[in-house]
């Protein structure tokens, strides 16, 4: 059975720097799309940045310029640089990954805080 693992989440200030990483345990192969979504209170999950397996990458607006995402294909890992943090990064992140036959996985989520 496949399970996601995501780890690096916390409490960080305004300005700060936190690096998600996310990786798969248990057989799977042929992952095509890798990527990061975000879930506010109360609202629906939304797409923050995803990456192909050739390297392709596709951002949300809101986070271009400060998140960066990268993935190690060997390890079936997938990694979120996020620099210049804002209050309003604040969510649970989910990793999210997907095969080229159409399976899906999620990760089971982690908090990121920003605050002072």
């Known amino acids: 059975q496949v399970q996601l693992v995501e780890s690096g989440g916390g409490l960080v200030q305004p300005g700060g720097s936190l690096r998600l990483s996310c990786a798969a345990s248990?057989?799977?192969?042929?992952?095509?799309?890798m990527g990061w979504y975000r879930q506010f209170p109360g609202k629906q999950r939304e797409l923050v940045a995803t990456?192909?397996?050739?390297?392709?990458?596709n951002y949300a607006d809101s986070v271009k310029g400060r998140f960066t995402i990268s993935r190690d294909n060997a390890k079936n890992t997938v990694y979120l640089q996020m620099n210049s943090l804002k209050p309003e990064d604040t969510a649970v992140y989910y990793c999210n990954f997907r095969t080229i036959l159409a399976s899906t996985y999620w990760g089971q989520g982690t908090q990121v805080t920003v605050s002072s």
């Open positions: 248990g057989s799977i192969s042929n992952i095509y799309n």
């Open positions: 990456i192909t397996r050739g390297g392709s990458t």
